[in-house]
Protein backbone atom coordinates (compact mmCIF):
# COMPACT_ATOMS: atom_id res chain seq x y z
CA UNK A 1 0.00 0.00 0.00
CA UNK A 2 1.18 3.72 -0.64
CA UNK A 3 -0.24 6.47 0.08
CA UNK A 4 -1.32 9.23 -2.11
CA UNK A 5 -3.38 12.68 -2.19
CA UNK A 6 -5.86 12.48 -4.55
CA UNK A 7 -7.45 15.80 -5.15
CA UNK A 8 -6.54 16.83 -1.94
CA UNK A 9 -7.88 13.41 -0.57
CA UNK A 10 -5.52 11.57 1.35
CA UNK A 11 -6.03 7.95 0.38
CA UNK A 12 -4.12 4.64 0.42
CA UNK A 13 -3.66 2.80 -2.81
CA UNK A 14 -2.13 -0.81 -4.01
CA UNK A 15 1.01 -0.79 -5.11
CA UNK A 16 1.60 -1.49 -8.98
CA UNK A 17 -1.63 0.69 -9.90
CA UNK A 18 -2.17 3.30 -12.28
CA UNK A 19 -3.35 6.92 -11.04
CA UNK A 20 -6.41 5.96 -13.44
CA UNK A 21 -7.04 2.71 -11.55
CA UNK A 22 -6.48 4.55 -8.23
CA UNK A 23 -8.68 7.16 -8.93
CA UNK A 24 -11.70 4.83 -10.31
CA UNK A 25 -11.52 2.64 -7.23
CA UNK A 26 -12.11 6.15 -5.48
CA UNK A 27 -15.00 6.94 -7.90
CA UNK A 28 -13.25 9.74 -9.44
CA UNK A 29 -13.68 9.83 -12.81
CA UNK A 30 -11.14 10.51 -15.52
CA UNK A 31 -11.85 10.52 -19.47
CA UNK A 32 -10.24 8.30 -21.64
CA UNK A 33 -10.05 7.37 -25.60
CA UNK A 34 -7.21 4.68 -25.63
CA UNK A 35 -7.82 2.78 -22.30
CA UNK A 36 -9.65 -0.30 -21.58
CA UNK A 37 -9.80 -2.40 -18.74
CA UNK A 38 -8.75 -5.36 -19.66
CA UNK A 39 -6.22 -4.39 -22.17
CA UNK A 40 -2.56 -3.06 -21.59
CA UNK A 41 -2.23 1.08 -21.58
CA UNK A 42 -1.13 2.47 -24.57
CA UNK A 43 -0.48 6.18 -23.34
CA UNK A 44 -1.73 7.43 -27.06
CA UNK A 45 -4.60 9.48 -26.92
CA UNK A 46 -3.27 11.93 -23.82
CA UNK A 47 -6.73 12.35 -22.73
CA UNK A 48 -6.74 11.12 -19.23
CA UNK A 49 -3.52 13.23 -18.03
CA UNK A 50 -3.73 14.61 -14.87
CA UNK A 51 -1.59 16.77 -13.02
CA UNK A 52 1.00 15.35 -10.33
CA UNK A 53 3.58 17.52 -8.28
CA UNK A 54 3.27 19.87 -5.73
CA UNK A 55 2.09 22.80 -6.91
CA UNK A 56 4.75 25.17 -9.04
CA UNK A 57 6.57 22.33 -9.91
CA UNK A 58 3.57 20.14 -11.06
CA UNK A 59 3.59 18.48 -14.42
CA UNK A 60 0.86 17.11 -16.82
CA UNK A 61 0.97 13.29 -16.87
CA UNK A 62 -0.94 10.36 -18.72
CA UNK A 63 -2.73 8.73 -15.93
CA UNK A 64 -3.07 5.42 -17.60
CA UNK A 65 0.07 4.39 -17.99
CA UNK A 66 1.34 6.51 -14.94
CA UNK A 67 2.09 4.34 -11.93
CA UNK A 68 1.35 5.37 -7.85
CA UNK A 69 4.49 6.35 -5.86
CA UNK A 70 4.14 7.12 -2.28
CA UNK A 71 3.43 10.79 -1.43
CA UNK A 72 2.10 11.20 -4.96
CA UNK A 73 0.11 14.33 -5.30
CA UNK A 74 -2.43 14.15 -8.30
CA UNK A 75 -5.05 16.63 -9.12
CA UNK A 76 -7.20 15.06 -11.88
CA UNK A 77 -9.64 18.43 -12.91
CA UNK A 78 -7.39 21.40 -12.29
CA UNK A 79 -7.78 24.33 -14.16
CA UNK A 80 -4.54 23.30 -16.47
CA UNK A 81 -5.77 19.92 -16.69
CA UNK A 82 -9.44 21.46 -17.82
CA UNK A 83 -7.78 23.20 -20.06
CA UNK A 84 -6.01 21.24 -22.15
CA UNK A 85 -8.43 18.19 -22.46
CA UNK A 86 -10.73 20.31 -23.77
CA UNK A 87 -8.14 21.46 -26.12
CA UNK A 88 -7.92 17.87 -27.04
CA UNK A 89 -11.55 16.62 -27.05
CA UNK A 90 -11.96 19.68 -29.69
CA UNK A 91 -9.01 18.59 -31.72
CA UNK A 92 -10.81 15.09 -31.91
CA UNK A 93 -13.76 16.54 -32.78
CA UNK A 94 -12.07 18.21 -35.85
CA UNK A 95 -10.46 14.33 -36.69
CA UNK A 96 -13.74 12.31 -36.36
CA UNK A 97 -16.84 14.55 -35.50
CA UNK A 98 -19.38 11.26 -36.55
CA UNK A 99 -18.05 9.11 -33.77
CA UNK A 100 -20.61 9.70 -30.86
CA UNK A 101 -17.81 8.94 -28.18
CA UNK A 102 -15.88 11.95 -28.88
CA UNK A 103 -19.38 14.03 -29.00
CA UNK A 104 -20.50 12.83 -25.66
CA UNK A 105 -17.13 13.80 -24.41
CA UNK A 106 -17.52 17.15 -26.06
CA UNK A 107 -21.05 17.67 -24.43
CA UNK A 108 -19.75 16.65 -20.97
CA UNK A 109 -16.71 18.98 -21.01
CA UNK A 110 -18.88 21.54 -22.70
CA UNK A 111 -16.65 22.42 -25.69
CA UNK A 112 -18.99 24.02 -27.89
CA UNK A 113 -17.24 24.87 -30.63
CA UNK A 114 -14.13 23.48 -33.16
CA UNK A 115 -11.94 26.28 -34.17
CA UNK A 116 -10.44 23.29 -36.91
CA UNK A 117 -11.41 22.52 -40.49
CA UNK A 118 -12.85 18.99 -39.32
CA UNK A 119 -11.30 16.53 -41.82
CA UNK A 120 -13.74 13.45 -41.02
CA UNK A 121 -10.98 10.35 -40.34
CA UNK A 122 -13.18 7.57 -39.46
CA UNK A 123 -10.20 6.41 -37.23
CA UNK A 124 -8.39 8.79 -34.46
CA UNK A 125 -5.33 5.34 -34.15
CA UNK A 126 -6.45 4.70 -30.35
CA UNK A 127 -5.03 1.08 -31.32
CA UNK A 128 -8.07 -0.50 -29.10
CA UNK A 129 -8.83 -2.73 -32.02
CA UNK A 130 -5.54 -3.78 -32.44
CA UNK A 131 -5.48 -4.73 -28.43
CA UNK A 132 -8.58 -6.54 -28.66
CA UNK A 133 -8.03 -8.67 -31.26
CA UNK A 134 -4.03 -9.55 -30.04
CA UNK A 135 -4.94 -9.33 -26.02
CA UNK A 136 -8.62 -10.67 -25.82
CA UNK A 137 -9.80 -12.70 -29.10
CA UNK A 138 -5.89 -14.33 -29.24
CA UNK A 139 -6.36 -13.09 -33.27
CA UNK A 140 -3.46 -10.97 -34.36
CA UNK A 141 -5.48 -10.29 -37.19
CA UNK A 142 -5.11 -6.66 -37.65
CA UNK A 143 -2.49 -3.82 -36.78
CA UNK A 144 -1.00 -0.28 -37.38
CA UNK A 145 0.75 -0.29 -40.63
CA UNK A 146 2.61 2.41 -42.36
CA UNK A 147 3.87 5.86 -40.47
CA UNK A 148 4.00 9.31 -39.89
CA UNK A 149 0.39 10.82 -41.55
CA UNK A 150 -0.06 7.82 -43.34
CA UNK A 151 -0.20 5.71 -40.71
CA UNK A 152 -3.04 3.42 -40.70
CA UNK A 153 -5.19 0.38 -39.20
CA UNK A 154 -5.42 -2.68 -41.24
CA UNK A 155 -5.01 -6.36 -42.09
CA UNK A 156 -1.88 -7.83 -43.69
CA UNK A 157 -1.36 -6.65 -47.68
CA UNK A 158 -4.82 -4.96 -46.98
CA UNK A 159 -6.27 -8.19 -47.85
CA UNK A 160 -8.83 -10.50 -46.11
CA UNK A 161 -7.10 -11.56 -43.12
CA UNK A 162 -6.75 -15.41 -43.00
CA UNK A 163 -6.63 -15.28 -38.74
CA UNK A 164 -9.34 -12.58 -38.48
CA UNK A 165 -12.54 -14.84 -36.97
CA UNK A 166 -15.22 -12.39 -37.62
CA UNK A 167 -15.70 -12.68 -33.81
CA UNK A 168 -16.22 -8.25 -34.14
CA UNK A 169 -14.04 -7.20 -31.07
CA UNK A 170 -12.68 -5.16 -32.75
CA UNK A 171 -15.59 -3.28 -34.02
CA UNK A 172 -17.27 -3.49 -30.36
CA UNK A 173 -14.64 -1.38 -28.80
CA UNK A 174 -13.72 1.38 -31.27
CA UNK A 175 -14.97 4.50 -30.43
CA UNK A 176 -15.23 5.85 -34.28
CA UNK A 177 -17.76 2.88 -34.79
CA UNK A 178 -20.18 4.25 -32.88
CA UNK A 179 -21.93 7.20 -34.62
CA UNK A 180 -23.47 9.90 -33.37
CA UNK A 181 -27.32 10.35 -32.74
CA UNK A 182 -28.74 11.53 -35.60
CA UNK A 183 -30.24 14.83 -34.80
CA UNK A 184 -31.54 17.66 -36.75
CA UNK A 185 -27.66 19.56 -36.31
CA UNK A 186 -26.20 16.61 -37.90
CA UNK A 187 -23.82 18.40 -40.36
CA UNK A 188 -22.33 20.27 -37.45
CA UNK A 189 -19.30 19.14 -36.39
CA UNK A 190 -20.24 19.78 -32.87
CA UNK A 191 -23.49 17.73 -31.70
CA UNK A 192 -23.47 19.03 -28.15
CA UNK A 193 -27.24 18.28 -27.96
CA UNK A 194 -27.20 16.76 -24.54
CA UNK A 195 -25.76 19.68 -23.23
CA UNK A 196 -28.31 21.73 -24.38
CA UNK A 197 -30.75 19.71 -22.64
CA UNK A 198 -33.45 21.29 -20.32
CA UNK A 199 -34.79 19.83 -17.34
CA UNK A 200 -38.41 18.75 -18.65
CA UNK A 201 -39.84 18.60 -15.17
CA UNK A 202 -39.21 22.46 -14.07
CA UNK A 203 -42.57 23.86 -15.69
CA UNK A 204 -44.45 21.38 -13.35
CA UNK A 205 -42.76 21.15 -10.14
CA UNK A 206 -39.37 22.13 -8.19
CA UNK A 207 -36.75 19.74 -7.99
CA UNK A 208 -37.66 19.07 -4.41
CA UNK A 209 -40.84 17.09 -6.05
CA UNK A 210 -38.79 14.82 -8.12
CA UNK A 211 -38.36 11.43 -7.32
CA UNK A 212 -36.63 10.31 -10.52
CA UNK A 213 -33.07 9.64 -9.59
CA UNK A 214 -30.64 9.94 -11.00
CA UNK A 215 -31.65 12.06 -13.84
CA UNK A 216 -29.27 12.48 -16.91
CA UNK A 217 -31.00 16.50 -17.15
CA UNK A 218 -30.49 17.36 -13.45
CA UNK A 219 -26.97 15.83 -13.32
CA UNK A 220 -25.52 17.99 -16.81
CA UNK A 221 -27.31 20.97 -14.83
CA UNK A 222 -25.81 20.93 -11.57
CA UNK A 223 -22.48 20.44 -13.56
CA UNK A 224 -23.05 23.23 -15.81
CA UNK A 225 -23.89 25.37 -12.51
CA UNK A 226 -20.90 24.37 -10.65
CA UNK A 227 -18.79 24.96 -13.94
CA UNK A 228 -19.69 28.62 -13.89
CA UNK A 229 -19.53 28.90 -10.25
CA UNK A 230 -16.23 27.64 -10.16
CA UNK A 231 -15.12 29.69 -13.39
CA UNK A 232 -16.35 32.88 -11.23
CA UNK B 1 8.21 -15.62 -58.85
CA UNK B 2 10.81 -16.90 -61.27
CA UNK B 3 12.49 -18.61 -58.75
CA UNK B 4 12.06 -21.92 -57.34
CA UNK B 5 10.46 -22.52 -54.35
CA UNK B 6 13.42 -24.55 -52.65
CA UNK B 7 15.53 -21.27 -53.70
CA UNK B 8 12.60 -19.46 -51.22
CA UNK B 9 13.14 -21.91 -48.86
CA UNK B 10 16.95 -21.72 -48.63
CA UNK B 11 16.77 -17.87 -48.47
CA UNK B 12 14.53 -18.19 -45.73
CA UNK B 13 16.51 -20.48 -43.50
CA UNK B 14 19.93 -19.08 -44.26
CA UNK B 15 18.72 -15.49 -42.58
CA UNK B 16 17.01 -17.60 -39.56
CA UNK B 17 20.38 -18.98 -38.87
CA UNK B 18 21.78 -15.43 -38.94
CA UNK B 19 18.91 -13.92 -37.10
CA UNK B 20 16.63 -15.40 -35.36
CA UNK B 21 13.58 -13.93 -34.71
CA UNK B 22 14.06 -10.54 -35.40
CA UNK B 23 11.74 -9.57 -38.06
CA UNK B 24 13.58 -6.23 -39.38
CA UNK B 25 17.00 -8.06 -39.92
CA UNK B 26 15.17 -10.84 -41.25
CA UNK B 27 13.51 -8.49 -44.09
CA UNK B 28 16.70 -6.63 -44.78
CA UNK B 29 18.11 -10.18 -45.81
CA UNK B 30 14.88 -11.13 -47.67
CA UNK B 31 15.01 -7.95 -49.10
CA UNK B 32 18.66 -8.31 -50.39
CA UNK B 33 17.68 -11.44 -52.11
CA UNK B 34 14.73 -10.28 -54.23
CA UNK B 35 15.45 -6.86 -54.33
CA UNK B 36 12.24 -6.01 -52.77
CA UNK B 37 9.44 -8.05 -49.98
CA UNK B 38 7.52 -10.26 -52.38
CA UNK B 39 4.16 -10.85 -50.79
CA UNK B 40 4.52 -15.05 -51.10
CA UNK B 41 7.81 -15.36 -49.28
CA UNK B 42 6.42 -12.93 -46.15
CA UNK B 43 3.63 -15.11 -45.84
CA UNK B 44 6.46 -18.44 -45.77
CA UNK B 45 8.25 -16.21 -43.58
CA UNK B 46 5.07 -16.08 -41.43
CA UNK B 47 4.03 -19.45 -41.61
CA UNK B 48 7.44 -20.55 -40.79
CA UNK B 49 8.25 -18.99 -37.59
CA UNK B 50 4.93 -18.08 -36.01
CA UNK B 51 5.44 -14.35 -35.96
CA UNK B 52 2.20 -13.14 -37.04
CA UNK B 53 1.81 -11.89 -40.56
CA UNK B 54 0.53 -8.61 -39.45
CA UNK B 55 4.16 -7.83 -37.31
CA UNK B 56 5.81 -8.65 -40.47
CA UNK B 57 3.36 -6.20 -42.09
CA UNK B 58 4.11 -3.65 -39.42
CA UNK B 59 8.13 -3.56 -40.27
CA UNK B 60 7.26 -3.66 -43.78
CA UNK B 61 5.76 -0.57 -43.95
CA UNK B 62 7.29 0.95 -41.51
CA UNK B 63 10.57 1.71 -42.66
CA UNK B 64 11.52 3.63 -45.89
CA UNK B 65 14.07 1.46 -46.83
CA UNK B 66 12.08 -1.98 -46.56
CA UNK B 67 9.71 -1.98 -49.63
CA UNK B 68 6.68 -4.34 -50.95
CA UNK B 69 6.79 -3.20 -54.70
CA UNK B 70 9.60 -4.22 -57.10
CA UNK B 71 12.47 -1.59 -56.61
CA UNK B 72 15.08 -1.12 -59.45
CA UNK B 73 18.77 -2.15 -59.27
CA UNK B 74 19.92 1.63 -59.49
CA UNK B 75 17.99 4.17 -57.84
CA UNK B 76 18.63 7.69 -59.00
CA UNK B 77 17.96 10.57 -56.88
CA UNK B 78 17.67 14.07 -58.61
CA UNK B 79 18.08 17.18 -56.42
CA UNK B 80 14.35 19.35 -57.52
CA UNK B 81 15.34 21.56 -54.60
CA UNK B 82 15.64 25.79 -55.34
CA UNK B 83 19.14 25.93 -55.46
CA UNK B 84 19.35 23.00 -57.96
CA UNK B 85 16.72 23.92 -60.14
CA UNK B 86 18.16 27.52 -60.68
CA UNK B 87 21.38 25.63 -61.51
CA UNK B 88 20.08 23.71 -64.07
CA UNK B 89 18.52 20.32 -62.68
CA UNK B 90 16.11 20.32 -65.05
CA UNK B 91 18.64 19.78 -67.62
CA UNK B 92 20.03 16.60 -65.95
CA UNK B 93 16.46 15.51 -65.86
CA UNK B 94 15.86 15.69 -69.24
CA UNK B 95 19.86 14.25 -69.86
CA UNK B 96 18.36 11.26 -68.00
CA UNK B 97 15.29 10.85 -70.08
CA UNK B 98 16.94 11.21 -73.13
CA UNK B 99 19.23 8.42 -71.78
CA UNK B 100 17.11 5.84 -70.10
CA UNK B 101 13.69 6.99 -71.56
CA UNK B 102 12.40 7.48 -67.91
CA UNK B 103 10.55 10.33 -65.86
CA UNK B 104 11.15 10.89 -62.14
CA UNK B 105 8.89 8.31 -60.55
CA UNK B 106 9.31 5.57 -63.17
CA UNK B 107 11.76 2.13 -63.78
CA UNK B 108 13.50 1.30 -66.88
CA UNK B 109 11.45 -1.75 -68.29
CA UNK B 110 14.88 -4.00 -67.35
CA UNK B 111 14.42 -3.23 -63.98
CA UNK B 112 17.57 -1.15 -63.82
CA UNK B 113 16.96 2.23 -62.94
CA UNK B 114 14.90 4.27 -61.27
CA UNK B 115 14.61 7.70 -61.16
CA UNK B 116 13.05 10.09 -58.35
CA UNK B 117 13.34 13.59 -57.37
CA UNK B 118 13.88 14.99 -53.59
CA UNK B 119 13.66 18.75 -52.52
CA UNK B 120 17.09 19.49 -51.35
CA UNK B 121 19.53 17.00 -50.82
CA UNK B 122 21.32 19.20 -48.35
CA UNK B 123 24.32 20.42 -50.31
CA UNK B 124 23.09 23.41 -52.24
CA UNK B 125 26.93 24.46 -52.40
CA UNK B 126 27.63 21.80 -55.08
CA UNK B 127 24.06 22.29 -57.07
CA UNK B 128 23.12 20.77 -59.69
CA UNK B 129 23.40 17.21 -57.30
CA UNK B 130 21.84 14.04 -57.63
CA UNK B 131 22.54 11.01 -55.47
CA UNK B 132 23.07 7.58 -57.12
CA UNK B 133 22.67 4.27 -54.69
CA UNK B 134 24.01 6.50 -51.42
CA UNK B 135 26.72 7.98 -53.63
CA UNK B 136 26.75 11.93 -53.93
CA UNK B 137 27.56 13.49 -57.55
CA UNK B 138 27.93 17.54 -57.50
CA UNK B 139 28.33 20.33 -60.01
CA UNK B 140 26.96 18.27 -62.62
CA UNK B 141 26.08 18.97 -66.18
CA UNK B 142 24.36 17.03 -68.45
CA UNK B 143 27.85 15.09 -70.00
CA UNK B 144 28.69 14.32 -66.82
CA UNK B 145 25.47 12.51 -65.69
CA UNK B 146 26.05 10.48 -69.29
CA UNK B 147 29.21 9.58 -68.39
CA UNK B 148 27.92 8.20 -64.83
CA UNK B 149 25.10 6.39 -66.79
CA UNK B 150 27.02 4.83 -68.73
CA UNK B 151 29.32 3.41 -66.38
CA UNK B 152 26.81 2.07 -64.11
CA UNK B 153 25.62 0.60 -67.58
CA UNK B 154 28.96 -1.14 -68.12
CA UNK B 155 29.49 -2.48 -64.64
CA UNK B 156 26.20 -4.43 -64.66
CA UNK B 157 26.82 -5.67 -68.16
CA UNK B 158 30.31 -7.33 -66.80
CA UNK B 159 28.23 -8.58 -63.62
CA UNK B 160 25.86 -10.45 -65.53
CA UNK B 161 28.40 -12.11 -67.74
S1 LIG C 1 -27.18 13.77 -28.72
FE1 LIG C 1 -25.99 13.59 -26.82
S2 LIG C 1 -25.46 11.39 -26.76
FE2 LIG C 1 -26.02 11.84 -28.86
S3 LIG C 1 -24.11 12.40 -29.88
FE3 LIG C 1 -25.04 14.30 -29.20
S4 LIG C 1 -24.08 14.69 -27.24
FE4 LIG C 1 -23.73 12.52 -27.69
S1 LIG D 1 -13.18 -9.55 -35.78
FE1 LIG D 1 -11.18 -10.29 -36.48
S2 LIG D 1 -9.88 -8.45 -36.43
FE2 LIG D 1 -11.66 -8.02 -35.13
S3 LIG D 1 -11.05 -8.61 -33.05
FE3 LIG D 1 -12.09 -10.38 -33.97
S4 LIG D 1 -10.42 -11.62 -34.83
FE4 LIG D 1 -9.59 -9.55 -34.47
S1 LIG E 1 -10.34 1.56 -35.84
FE1 LIG E 1 -11.35 2.36 -33.97
S2 LIG E 1 -10.47 1.17 -32.28
FE2 LIG E 1 -9.14 0.89 -34.05
S3 LIG E 1 -7.54 2.45 -33.81
FE3 LIG E 1 -9.14 3.32 -35.12
S4 LIG E 1 -10.50 4.42 -33.72
FE4 LIG E 1 -9.26 3.04 -32.46
S1 LIG F 1 -6.29 6.83 -21.96
FE1 LIG F 1 -4.35 7.45 -21.23
S2 LIG F 1 -3.45 8.23 -23.04
FE2 LIG F 1 -5.33 7.43 -23.78
S1 LIG G 1 18.67 22.50 -53.76
FE1 LIG G 1 19.74 20.75 -54.47
S2 LIG G 1 21.03 20.27 -52.83
FE2 LIG G 1 19.86 21.93 -52.02
Known amino acids: ?232 | MSRQLSDVEDVLQNALNKHGLSVVPLLQEIQEHFRYLPEEVLRMLSRKTGIPLIEIYHAATFYNSLSLTPRARHQIKICAGTTCHIRGGGKLIEEIFQVLGIRPGEITPNGEFMLETVNCLGCCAFAPAMVVDGKYYGNLTPGEVRKILSKLRERAALMEK
Not at chain 1, 100 to 124: G, M, N
Open chain 1, 1 to 232: MVQIALNGLRVEVDEGMTILEAARFYGIAIPTLCYLEGLSPYGACRLCLVEIGSPGQSKLVTSCTYRVEEGLIVRTDSDWVIKRRKMLIELYLATCPSSKVIQDLASKYHVTSVRFTPWYEDCILCGLCVRMCAEQMQGKAIGFAHRGSNRKVTTPFDKESEVCRLCGGCMYVCPACQSRCQGPQEEQPVCNACLNLQQPCLDYFDDKMCFMDPCVACELDTNRELKVKRRL
